[in-house]
DNA sequence: CCTGCTACCTGATGGC
DNA sequence: TGCCATCAGGTAGCAG
């Protein structure tokens, strides 16, 4: 379960769970969840530790231990499963059994994976993220110049975590929406006022995200919480074929990057 | 450094 | 029914 939005309100309906608790054991059903590293060093790393914090950095999902830490990535399927009787039940990769109740992390298709660091940014993924957009330090200068910088097509720039942190295959196509820019321009050939109307339609779409995604907030139950609520405020995603929200024209579906654009061929320019 | 491509996995869906 | 192709929220690693 994958983009910033989601991950953020993981993040926050998490905290109260296990903010304070132990980790008294861990156990790893499927060694895949925690590869390359092993059961044995993931064990040995949280167990008898602590949860003192709870951070969400882009995607991913760090859980700040008394001594180390534990890094989750949901990549395109994980998700997390609570269980207050500390009994699982069903598909569960990794299982953090807490002082009460046991959190699992699952994940059918093994992207996913949970890992234990001494420090958070041993981890490359996260040393190199670029700007948090919801953070005070992505402004419309900061995007303007992120975008001159690059020769590439606006929505893989997006997609690029190192440039910007936590926007994904929904919210990237959402926004270049929002923005009425084509999602193949160039990025050293948007304007200044351009510039503007994306870095505000980024904020806008991942602001809305987040408070579809907190309500109804994650139950860690059903996989496929976060995407029903998402539904209503789609502009495009998933749209091809069907009518433009803003001018009725047909959506139209592309390949970038081996994965797909939704866009509006006539109001996005 | 920048860019583009592939691998990594599983399950759902649709055409024939 | 069965079989095959295609598609899916992401990133790491590697070649040029």
């Known amino acids: 379960m994958p983009e910033l939005p989601e991950v953020e309100s993981i993040a926050r309906t998490l905290r109260p769970l296990v903010c304070g608790r132990r980790i008294v054991r861990v156990d ?3 060694r895949i969840g925690v590869k390359p590293q092993t059961r044995a060093w993931v064990a040995r790393g949280a167990t008898g530790r602590t949860i003192r914090r709870v951070e969400r950095r882009g995607k991913y999902l760090v859980l700040h231990l008394d001594r180390g830490c534990l890094v989750l990535h949901f990549r395109l399927d994980g998700h997390l499963r609570w269980f207050p009787s500390g009994r699982l039940e069903g598909h569960v990769d990794v299982a953090l059994h807490l002082s009460r109740g046991t959190l699992g992390f699952a994940d059918r298709r093994h992207f996913g994976r949970v890992h234990w660091h001494a420090q958070r940014d041993a981890v490359a993924g996260i040393r190199t993220l670029g700007a948090e957009p919801l953070g005070p330090a992505f402004t419309p200068q900061r995007l303007g110049d992120l975008l001159r910088r690059s020769r590439r097509p606006l929505k893989l720039l997006l997609l690029d ?5 936590g926007l994904g295959n929904i919210y990237a ?6 923005a009425r820019l084509d999602p193949r321009r160039a990025s050293d050939r948007v304007t200044l006022a351009e510039a503007g109307r994306l870095h505000k339609a ?4 991942l602001r809305r995200a987040l408070q579809c995604c907190l309500d109804p907030a994650p139950d860690f139950t059903d996989p496929e919480w976060w995407f029903e609520g998402l539904e209503p405020m789609l502009r495009v995603y998933g749209r ?3 009518a433009c ?3 009725r024209q047909a ?5 970038q990057g081996g994965r797909s654009s939704y866009f509006c061929p006539r109001c996005q320019k």
């Open 28 to 30: 790893v059903p499927h």
């Open 161 to 165: 975590q190192t440039r910007v942190a």
């Open 173 to 178: 196509s959402e926004s270049l929406w929002h």
């Open 202 to 205: 980024i904020v806008r779409v």
């Open 240 to 242: 091809e074929g069907l």
């Open 245 to 247: 929200r803003r001018c």
């Open 251 to 255: 959506i139209r579906r592309i390949e």
